[in-house]
Every structure is written in C-alpha cells, then in structure tokens.
Nanobody, 121 residues
C-alpha cells in the first residue's frame, strides 16, 4: 500500500529549527513533484515548498530564506529544513507527492497524515 509518512514535527521556541521528513513507501514506480503544505486552524491549506523530480524548487514568500526543501530519491524521501521559526509558522504540515504506482499510468497526488509544528513565542 502506497503511503506517505511524515516525521519531525514538534514544539519549538521562536527562532529555533525543525527538520521534517516525509518518506514514501509501498509499490511506487516513480515520483514526480513532492512538496510540503501547511494548514493552520481556520485557514486554508497553503503550499509551503515544492520540489520537482529535477530538483527545481518553489517556496511560499513567507518562508523564503528560512526553509529549504530537498529530496533523496534513493530513499523516496523529501525533507523540509525549517530555520528561524516564527509563531506564525504554527500549523499542521502535510507532505504531498505526485506518484506513479504503475507503468503507463499517470501520476496522482498522495497526502501524508500531517505532522504538527508548534512555535512558541
């Protein structure tokens, strides 16, 4: 069964750092883009960072210069290094990946269960 499992969330003081990991497991033919989204209470889910299979990255303006997304294709894992965390970064962070699970099929999006990141002020 294909699934994405996030880890690395937790409670951190403002100015601190966390590193999120998301590992895709199961029968996966290939992985296209991967990314991180977050959703705070009462707000819509928003894209935080994304990375293509070729390594091209995109970041939300609010996290540019503070967050870094990377991937390890051999491990089917995407990471989000979060530095200089602010209270407004508090949210549930979700991993998303476009996966191809069988040859000659189109990729589709998969979501992880989410990991809570709380930044205290």
């Amino acid at each position: 069964q294909v699934q994405l499992v996030e880890s690395g969330g937790g409670l951190v003081q403002a100015g601190g750092s966390l590193r999120l990991s998301c590992a895709a497991s199961g029968s996966i033919f290939s992985i296209n883009a991967m990314g991180w989204y977050r959703q705070a209470p009462g707000k819509q889910r928003e894209l935080v960072a994304a990375i293509t299979s070729g390594g091209s990255t995109n970041y939300a303006d609010s996290v540019k210069g503070r967050f870094t997304i990377s991937r390890d294709n051999a491990k089917n894992t995407v990471y989000l290094q979060m530095n200089s965390l602010k209270p407004e970064d508090t949210a549930v962070y979700y991993c998303n990946a476009n996966l191809i699970v069988a040859i000659a099929t189109m990729g589709r999006g998969y979501w992880g269960q989410g990991t809570q990141v709380t930044v205290s002020s």
